[in-house]
């Protein structure tokens, strides 16, 4: 069973830093891009940012250059580190990750689990 559980979600004032986590379980032996979304009160859901296996990363346009999107494949954690904080930011923010890849991966081919999400208030 694949399970991801973000964490480090907090309240700041603007212009302060938080780091979110995303740990995984059940992806021993897996290849996966990983990706952080966030979905504030009445909005759609946006895609923040990914991280390929290869460790190349993108960004939203407006984050870009304030966020950046880190992983230790040995602790199957993602982090996003956010600078530069704004009220715009505030949102719940959830970590995903891409099809489950591998010939000894378990779970392969999986795709579309999601964490239960760590809300991020950022207040003016």
């Known amino acids: 069973q694949v399970r991801l559980v973000e964490s480090g979600g907090d309240s700041v004032q603007a212009g302060g830093s938080l780091r979110l986590s995303c740990v995984g379980s059940g992806l021993d032996y897996c290849s996966y891009d990983m990706s952080w979304y966030r979905q504030a009160p009445g909005k759609e859901r946006e895609l923040v940012s990914t991280?390929?296996?290869?460790?190349?990363?993108t960004y939203a346009d407006s984050v870009l250059g304030r966020f950046t999107f880190s992983r230790d494949d040995a602790k199957k954690t993602g982090f996003l580190r956010m600078n530069s904080l704004r009220p715009e930011d505030t949102a719940m923010y959830y970590c995903?990750?891409?099809?489950?890849?591998?010939?000894?991966?378990?779970?392969?081919?999986?795709?579309?689990?999601w964490g239960q999400g760590t809300q991020v208030t950022v207040s003016s």
């Open positions: 991280i390929r296996s290869d460790g190349s990363t």
């Open positions: 995903t990750t891409g099809p489950l890849m591998g010939s000894f991966c378990d779970n392969a081919g999986l795709s579309n689990v």
